[in-house]
């Protein structure tokens, strides 16, 4: 696919995500509901915008809210959405991220018929008295965090008095994570809880570099979890009672070993930790591994569903969980409730739970590139180094060396100009090392 990358469009707002673009992505989405839908179609939209209409959809202009608030709406409602959001990308990103009326990302197959309709500019425009109409609906977070209370155990949650400290990154989880974990019976403090397009705290992405402010607060108000989101809150990546911050692969591995049982399967990308490994094969489940990115994990997850596998639990080290039984889509405050409630059931504290799956060593790297002919270059370096190594060699996405002690990955980011570099072994230096020697490899180019 040429415009959706590994999770909706993304591009630089008023560079490549023009309004004029969002409106085409719009009726090209449009066109198809309208095409699939036995009635006058609906569509949920997370931000105010007009296109939708004119391609004959009505429009349920739900504002700001987490992209898993807009999925439970969709769900609810039979209908399906768009969602205008650049998740975890750095500020002056923006994109469209589409659902269907499952609430699920929409699935390959579907999101190439929007994209054929896209680069084809063929939209099926409504005549003046079929233009859709357009409500605005101002209850979806409350029902969004009603919805969430009523699928965890809250009296576990409750009896064990938790204290979380939030970080929501100025996102759209700043509206109703706070409220959604002081009713599940939690002590909340926060930081960055104001939602800001400009991210003026930090980062939108949750990754260790960004969460300084949130470790040092829970160390101050003695929380027993820090919790981060990304922009969208559909990822929740943690912080011990220590302030120390616990790998996303880690909280993925405590999840999933709490999860599976033998014959389940389970579904990770290609830069997966051993730690899930490890845990898969304790467990006697599967793990079947997919290209980087939630719409893959997803339509495997769909596949696996068909053939009549179990998959209680699936997702990748960034923070981004699936409980399938819940929905079959990421969601950041469902996804930290469940830890919370490992918190509780097992009385443990976080760090012992992150414990059982440390020991490893996780390094990634960015290089940028300007154009697409030094993309080229760099992956034509990364192959040529994979090919003269003696590691298990695996191409699903990129390439990763398995070298038995340790592994890295070279793959393009699917939504940055970046190739990015990931590495882990149980030893940091031998990380180190395998990053190294691949990046001088790209560096050369
Ligand atoms: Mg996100």
């Not at 998959?311 to 950041?332: C, Q, T």
């Not at 409730?337 to 760090?351: G, P």
């Not at 230096?429 to 020697?437: I, P, S, T, W, Y």
């Amino acid at each position: 696919m040429k415009i959706f990358g590994s999770s909706g469009v993304r591009g630089v707002a008023n560079e490549e995500l023009t309004p004029a673009f969002v409106g085409r992505v719009a009726m090209a989405a449009g066109s198809v509901y309208a095409a699939d839908a036995d009635s006058r179609p609906r569509v949920a939209l997370g931000r105010r915008e007009r296109f939708a209409q004119s391609v004959g959809c009505d429009v349920d202009r739900i504002g700001v809210v987490p992209t898993p608030a807009l999925q439970a709406y969709a769900e609810r409602e039979g209908i399906p959405g768009l969602i205008i959001t650049a998740s975890h990308n750095p500020p002056e990103y923006n994109g469209v991220k589409l659902v269907g009326s499952d609430g699920v990302e929409l699935a390959r197959d579907a999101l190439e018929r929007v994209e054929d309709r896209l680069l084809a500019d063929r939209f099926t425009f409504a005549d003046w008295e079929t233009t859709g109409e357009s409500h605005r609906i101002d209850t979806v977070q409350e029902e969004y965090v009603t919805e969430l209370l009523n699928r965890v155990h809250r009296g576990d949650i409750e009896a064990a008095d938790v204290r979380i400290a939030l970080d929501p990154g100025h996102g759209a989880g700043s509206l109703t994570s706070p409220g959604f974990f002081r009713e599940l019976g939690c002590d909340v403090v926060t930081v960055n809880a104001q939602p800001d397009g400009r991210f003026p705290g930090r980062d939108p992405e949750p990754v260790e570099e960004n969460l300084a402010d949130l470790r040092r607060l829970v160390r101050t108000a003695d929380a027993d979890l820090g919790v981060a989101h990304d922009g969208d809150a559909d990822r929740a990546i943690f912080v011990d009672e220590t302030g120390a911050h616990v790998e996303g692969d880690a909280a993925l591995a405590a999840l999933a070993a709490a999860e599976l049982e033998a014959g389940d399967t389970t579904v990770s990308a290609v830069n997966v930790s051993q730690r899930l490994v490890d845990v898969v094969d304790e467990a006697g489940a599967t793990l079947e591994l997919t290209s980087i990115g939630s719409t893959n994990i997803i339509t495997r997850i769909q596949r696996l569903r068909r053939e009549g596998a179990t998959v209680p639990v699936a997702g990748e080290g960034n923070g981004g969980v699936l409980f399938p039984n819940y929905r079959l889509a990421r969601d950041g405050a469902y996804t930290a409730a469940r830890f919370i409630e490992l918190l509780a059931a097992t009385k443990r504290t976080a760090s012992e739970i992150a414990a059982d799956h440390g020991g490893y060593h996780n390094i990634r790297r960015n290089v940028g590139y300007s154009d697409d002919d030094e993309r080229e270059r760099l992956l034509a370096a990364a192959e040529e180094a994979a090919r003269g190594s003696d590691a298990d060699l695996t191409t699903i996405d990129g390439y990763r060396l398995d070298y038995g002690d340790g592994w890295v990955l070279v793959r393009p980011s699917g939504t940055e100009p970046v190739v990015r570099l990931y590495a882990e072994a149980r030893d940091r230096d031998r990380a180190e090392k395998l990053a190294d020697a691949m990046e001088t490899d790209l560096r050369e180019v």
